[in-house]
């Protein structure tokens, strides 16, 4: 890897560890700089300003978000061809990965952008919905396939079911930082995949 891009991923790292600890607002160029050892020429090199820098922070956590969702379903695809349990499955892995964080989760970009919206421009904000319209989507096309195999035991609202996946990690997250317990956050996620399984298995 050449030194640039070394410098332009550590400036991203650093970035991320900060906005994801204390926000974007709170996040400043110079404490980035200070943290990699960068030169202030060096950080407008890579960015011309923390605009910028949230958009391209924004978008690598988007990628990393897209490869982490894509490996759980091909391999879950490769391991089974009964659509509910492949999202069962995916659920499990997603519980797993959460375990496997050492210590609370470190939040989520996705909700430091939320919660300070006012301060991205509308690039970034459509930016962050596509971002979680695609999670929904995936979800969504899975809970589709599922149905056509297993009628729920009750009525259900596919859109609403694969928001309460989301709504899961999101408030996981939250709760389990709130009260320090990384537990929490992977207990949630299982808890809307025990719900998921008793609306489609059959009585």
Same mark, same amino acid.
């Given at each position: 890897?050449?030194?640039?891009?070394?410098?332009?991923?550590?400036?991203?790292?650093?970035?991320?560890?900060?906005?994801?600890?204390?926000?974007?607002?709170?996040?400043?160029?110079?404490?980035?700089?200070?943290?990699?050892?960068?030169?202030?020429?060096?950080?407008?090199?890579?960015?011309?300003?923390?605009?910028?820098?949230?958009?391209?922070?924004?978008?690598?956590?988007?990628?990393?978000?897209?490869?982490?969702?894509?490996?759980?379903?091909?391999?879950?695809?490769?391991? &089974?061809?009964?659509?509910? =349990?492949? %999202?069962?499955?995916?659920?499990? *892995?997603?519980? @797993?990965?959460? !375990?496997? +964080?050492?210590?609370?989760?470190?939040?989520?970009?996705?909700?430091?952008?939320?919660?300070?919206?006012?301060?991205?421009?509308?690039?970034?904000?459509?930016?962050?919905?596509?971002?979680?319209?695609?999670?929904?989507?995936?979800?969504?096309?899975?809970?589709?396939?599922?149905?056509?195999?297993?009628?729920?035991?009750?009525?259900?609202?596919?859109?609403?079911?694969?928001?309460?996946?989301?709504?899961?990690?999101?408030?996981?997250?939250?709760?389990?930082? &709130?009260?320090?317990?990384? =537990?929490? %956050?992977?207990?949630?996620?299982? *808890?809307?995949? @025990?719900?998921? !399984?008793? +609306?489609?298995?059959?009585?």
């Amino acid at each position: 890897m050449s030194k640039g891009r070394n410098a332009r991923s550590a400036i991203l790292d650093a970035a991320e560890q900060s906005v994801l600890e204390k926000g974007f607002a709170a996040t400043s160029i110079d404490e980035i700089i200070a943290a990699t050892g960068i030169t202030k020429s060096g950080f407008f090199y890579h960015f011309k300003d923390k605009g910028d820098l949230a958009k391209n922070l924004f978008q690598r956590y988007m990628d990393q978000e897209d490869e982490i969702l894509d490996d759980m379903f091909a391999r879950v695809e490769a391991s &089974t061809k009964d659509p509910l =349990e492949q %999202l069962l499955m995916v659920l499990d *892995l997603l519980c @797993d990965i959460l !375990r496997d +964080i050492p210590g609370l989760h470190p939040g989520c970009m996705v909700a430091s952008y939320c919660y300070q919206h006012q301060l991205f421009n509308e690039d970034i904000k459509k930016l962050n919905a596509y971002n979680v319209m695609r999670w929904r989507t995936l979800y969504r096309q899975q809970l589709d396939k599922v149905v056509e195999a297993y009628p729920p035991q009750e009525p259900v609202d596919l859109d609403m079911l694969a928001d309460q996946v989301l709504s899961s990690v999101e408030g996981g997250i939250i709760l389990s930082r &709130t009260l320090e317990n990384p =537990e929490l %956050l992977p207990q949630q996620v299982q *808890l809307c995949r @025990d719900y998921i !399984r008793r +609306i489609f298995t059959p009585v």
